[in-house]
């Protein structure tokens, strides 16, 4: 079965622009949870969503914003970038929302 | 917010050798997660522990969830070169947000 999947795989945006990033959960799960990875860090959580609904938000700013479709992919944004939300963005999904996670590859974000 | 504290931060060994990592944390919780993450990649999960005193093996690696819930340690035996990478531990409080420790970073000298 396919794993999570992410994309796009690396993208460059300039301060003030908008981003979207894409995951699809492996097939059955319907959770997806996102995450920013600093150079050097362990991954921050930013949100979970579970049928559709937020159900998780970690300490984010307003500018990053999250969907999941109906088919569970989910979007993640991020509005007026800053040079500081450069990082890998990893997405994760779970078969419920307590269950353990699976990671994508991530996308790596740079902004100049 | 949640402390965890990750230790040690790097670790460089001779192949073949045991590794020993640990993680503790401020509160308790109820899982306990481990992952390796490999350069460019994502996080992947090695072995999850859900109840104290728990002792998990996945092939060479064994985990144990701490009796006081608030630890776990990781052990690698008989280190391999593709054992190289980063370490993280991880857990789930009950308002579903994860937190990740610092990460070990684990180098194998052949």
């Known amino acids: 079965d396919a794993g999570v999947t992410q994309s796009p795989t690396h993208l460059i945006k300039t301060r003030g622009q908008h981003v979207t990033l894409r995951c699809s959960p492996i097939?059955?799960?319907?959770?997806v949870s996102w995450y920013q990875q600093v150079l050097g860090q362990g991954p921050q959580f930013i949100f979970q969503?579970?049928?559709?609904?937020?159900?998780g938000r970690g300490n984010f700013p307003d500018r990053f914003s999250a969907r999941q479709f109906p088919n569970y992919s989910s979007e993640l944004n991020v509005n007026a970038l800053l040079l500081g939300d450069s990082a890998l963005y990893l997405c994760?999904?779970?078969?419920?929302?307590?269950?353990?996670?699976?990671f994508g590859p991530g996308t790596r974000l740079t902004v100049l | 917010g949640q402390q965890l504290n990750q230790s040690p931060q790097s670790m460089f060994i001779q192949e073949g050798e045991d590794v020993s990592m640990n993680c503790t944390s401020s509160?308790?919780?109820?899982?306990w997660l481990w992952y390796k993450q490999d350069p460019g990649e994502g996080p992947v999960l090695l072995i999850a522990?859900?109840?104290?005193?728990e002792l998990t093996s996945n092939g060479r690696l064994t985990a144990q969830f701490g009796i006081t819930r608030k630890d776990s340690f990781l052990n690698i035996s008989a280190s391999i070169p593709s054992d190289v990478g980063i370490y993280f531990c991880?857990?789930?409080?009950?308002?579903?947000?994860?937190?990740f420790g610092t990460g070990t970073s684990l180098t194998v000298i052949p």
């Open positions: 994760a999904s779970s078969l419920v929302r307590e269950n353990t996670q699976y």
């Open positions: 097939s059955g799960h319907k959770s």
């Open positions: 969503y579970y049928e559709k609904e937020e159900r």
């Open positions: 509160s308790i919780f109820n899982t």
């Open positions: 522990l859900y109840k104290a005193g």
């Open positions: 991880a857990l789930v409080n009950t308002g579903n947000q994860f937190y």
